[in-house]
């Protein structure tokens, strides 16, 4: 199920009405900057979320993505590539899992494909044992669910690190490719996660906080 969404305040009220993909990684206790009691006191209106907007990393992601979607684009000639920015995407059994997607993607079998953009700079060793062996756990987390909410076949995460080394600027560029078929346990563990945590929403009683090392 689409809703199509054309402006960003109806947006934002959409998002109160379920979780998204950028929200699952905290349900699982995976986010490290919102956990799991914090993002249910978000949804029942006890806290507002933070803006961060303004803030550097924020920014800097917000005007790169559209550039590196159309690089995207060009390195994937063959892959339709389109993008609408508040569409929001339903699950049709159960609509409060949504997704807002980077791009939404058909190959030239005509399978329908997601396209999730990050921007990262790397500070220390262990954010780079992150990318080097897979892609962070959020970031998971945020792919099962749109694989999850769209019940498309398969998911592409265009990562730009950056990196800055005896003084100088360096940046690569990275694509992680998941098939939903590979991954279908661990959306199935996600989506029966999210339900209890809705069913916490439902009833306003507080999940059990999840302790991360």
């Given at each position: 199920?689409?809703?199509k969404?054309?402006?960003?305040?109806?947006?934002?009220?959409?998002r109160m009405?379920?979780?998204g993909?950028?929200?699952s990684?905290?349900?699982?206790g995976?986010n490290?900057?919102?956990?799991?009691?914090?993002?249910?006191?978000?949804?029942?209106?006890?806290?507002?979320?933070?803006?961060?907007?303004?803030?550097?990393?924020?920014?800097?992601?917000?005007?790169?993505?559209?550039h590196?979607?159309?690089l995207?684009?060009?390195?994937?000639?063959?892959?339709?590539?389109?993008?609408?920015e508040?569409?929001?995407?339903?699950?049709?059994?159960?609509?409060?899992?949504?997704?807002?997607?980077?791009?939404?993607?058909?190959?030239?079998?005509?399978?329908?494909?997601?396209?999730e953009?990050?921007?990262?700079?790397i500070?220390?060793?262990?954010?780079?044992?992150e990318?080097?062996?897979?892609?962070?756990q959020?970031?998971?987390?945020?792919?099962?669910?749109?694989?999850?909410?769209?019940?498309?076949?398969?998911?592409?995460l265009?990562?730009?690190?950056?990196?800055?080394?005896?003084?100088?600027?360096?940046?690569t560029?990275?694509?992680?490719?998941?098939?939903?078929?590979?991954v279908?346990?661990?959306?199935?563990?996600?989506?029966?996660?999210?339900?209890?945590?809705?069913?916490?929403?439902?009833s306003g009683?507080?999940?059990?906080?999840?302790?991360?090392?």
């Amino acid at each position: 199920m689409i809703v199509k969404i054309e402006d960003h305040d109806t947006w934002i009220k959409e998002r109160m009405n379920g979780i998204g993909g950028s929200e699952s990684g905290s349900v699982i206790g995976v986010n490290p900057w919102c956990s799991n009691v914090q993002l249910w006191r978000y949804k029942m209106g006890i806290e507002i979320p933070p803006d961060i907007s303004d803030k550097p990393a924020v920014k800097f992601g917000k005007v790169a993505e559209e550039h590196i979607r159309e690089l995207f684009r060009l390195d994937y000639p063959n892959m339709e590539l389109d993008y609408h920015e508040y569409w929001v995407y339903r699950n049709d059994a159960h609509p409060w899992q949504f997704a807002t997607l980077d791009g939404e993607l058909t190959d030239e079998t005509g399978r329908r494909g997601i396209l999730e953009i990050k921007t990262t700079t790397i500070q220390n060793k262990s954010q780079w044992d992150e990318w080097e062996n897979g892609i962070p756990q959020r970031y998971y987390a945020q792919i099962l669910h749109q694989l999850s909410a769209t019940g498309w076949q398969f998911a592409i995460l265009r990562a730009y690190i950056r990196w800055y080394r005896d003084g100088e600027f360096r940046a690569t560029v990275r694509d992680y490719r998941i098939e939903r078929d590979d991954v279908l346990d661990d959306i199935a563990y996600l989506r029966e996660q999210e339900m209890r945590f809705m069913d916490c929403v439902n009833s306003g009683k507080p999940p059990a906080a999840i302790i991360t090392m």
